[in-house]
Nanobody, 122 residues
Framework: QVQVVESGGGLVQAGGSTELSCIAA????????MGWYRQVPGKQRELVAA???????NYANSVKGRFTISGDNSLNTVYLQMNSLKPEDTAVYYC????????????????WGQGTQVTVSS
């Protein structure tokens, strides 16, 4: 079992900044990628940013140049620095972790955190 715990977020003024953190813990053999997704009521969850274990990153067009994802492989942790926030960034942000679990034959896992609310006021 893998636990994924997010922290950070809250209420931020438009133009401001905040940082989200996510840590994965448990029966982890290796992590292949960690990412941040967001969801607003009535819409599908969408990718915000992701980072692989070799440091490759991928961003949604809507956040490029404003958000930065980074990770610490040794700590199974990923961060999302969010700058120049806009009201349309308001959403619940979810951390996703993909990897292999411990075992004689490591099995692929794909876990989500519980989500953290980010609200950007205009």
């Amino acid at each position: 079992q893998v636990q994924v715990v997010e922290s950070g977020g809250g209420l931020v003024q438009a133009g401001g900044s905040t940082e989200l953190s996510c840590i994965a813990a448990g029966s982890i053999f290796s992590i292949n990628a960690m990412g941040w997704y967001r969801q607003v009521p009535g819409k599908q969850r969408e990718l915000v940013a992701a980072i692989t274990n070799d440091g490759s990153t991928n961003y949604a067009n809507s956040v490029k140049g404003r958000f930065t994802i980074s990770g610490d492989n040794s700590l199974n942790t990923v961060y999302l620095q969010m700058n120049s926030l806009k009201p349309e960034d308001t959403a619940v942000y979810y951390c996703n972790v993909k990897g292999h679990g411990l075992g004689q034959v490591p099995k692929i896992f794909d876990y989500w955190g519980q989500g953290t609310q980010v609200t950007v006021s205009s």
